[in-house]
C-alpha cells in the first residue's frame, strides 16, 4: 500500500523533477534537428550534408559530457583565457593570497 502512495506521488510530482533535462529527440540533443527542418525546404546535397555535419558535432558533445550552452562556454574560455570582456576593469577578479 505504501508503494502504490509513493508511486502516485512520483507520478503527480514527475514533471517539475524531470523539467530541467534537456530535450531529446530520436536519442539526440533537440537542437541537432534544427538543420533538418532546414533540409525540408531546402532539400539539396549539400544541405543533407550539413545537417550530418551538425548531428555529428552534437554528438560528440555529448560523448564529451557537453551541452551546447556549455560547449559554447568553454571554446570562449578556449579562445579568451580568463578575459572577460563583458567586465569591466575594476570588476575583474585578483588572485589573493590568504596564507600567512
Not at 533538418?36 to 545537417?51: E, G
Not at 557537453?66 to 585578483?94: D, E
Request: positive net charge; contains cysteine.
Amino acid at each position: 500500500m505504501a508503494n502504490q502512495i509513493s508511486d502516485m506521488q512520483e507520478q503527480v510530482n514527475w514533471h517539475w523533477r524531470n523539467s530541467m533535462r534537456p530535450v531529446r529527440f530520436l536519442g539526440f540533443d533537440a537542437r541537432a534537428i534544427i538543420p533538418f527542418c532546414v533540409l525540408l525546404f531546402y532539400a539539396r546535397i549539400s544541405t543533407l550534408i550539413i545537417c550530418f555535419i551538425v548531428t555529428i558535432f552534437f554528438w560528440l558533445l555529448e560523448k564529451k559530457g557537453l551541452t551546447f550552452p556549455a560547449a559554447l562556454r568553454s571554446s570562449r574560455l578556449f579562445i579568451f583565457g580568463n578575459y572577460r570582456p563583458g567586465l569591466t576593469k575594476f570588476r575583474h577578479r585578483k588572485l589573493k593570497d590568504f596564507g600567512r
